[in-house]
Nanobody
Framework: VQLQASGGGLVQAGGSLRLSCAASGRTFSSYAMAWFRQAPGKEREFVAGVARTGGRISYADSVKGRFALSRDNARNTMYLQMNNLKPEDTAVYYC???????????????????WGQGTLVTVSS
């Protein structure tokens, strides 16, 4: 599946953004999906993941309570609502998917074969 992430931008601390990940193809519903992020000079890290049906969602501790992941299989789209953003949330955000991932909590980037191009989120203090 081909993935296209969008929705990044510049926001002040405490603000909100909503990222979208649009998938092409008819097999989106068979993919577990996730959001990762990579800050300058740092490794790519897991942000949130969702199982194929959307029933189970997992979050990194650093975003729990502030970010909300959702997916709409009818629209082949995944979202990440980001509230109360902090400067440390500044990063390029990537969406990823893989049909062989069976849980929402797969945090290893190498387990996902399909990646979007990334969208930059910058949070100013």
């Amino acid at each position: 599946v081909q993935l296209q992430a969008s929705g990044g931008g510049l926001v002040q601390a405490g603000g909100s953004l909503r990222l979208s990940c649009a998938a092409s193809g008819r097999t989106f519903s068979s993919y577990a999906m996730a959001w990762f992020r990579q800050a300058p000079g740092k490794e790519r890290e897991f942000v949130a993941g969702v199982a194929r049906t959307g029933g189970r969602i997992s979050y990194a501790d650093s975003v729990k309570g502030r970010f909300a992941l959702s997916r709409d299989n009818a629209r082949n789209t995944m979202y990440l609502q980001m509230n109360n953003l902090k400067p440390e949330d500044t990063a390029v955000y990537y969406c990823a998917g893989d049909p062989s991932v069976i849980t929402s909590s797969q945090r290893m980037a190498a387990q996902y074969d399909d990646w979007g191009q990334g969208t930059l989120v910058t949070v100013s203090s």
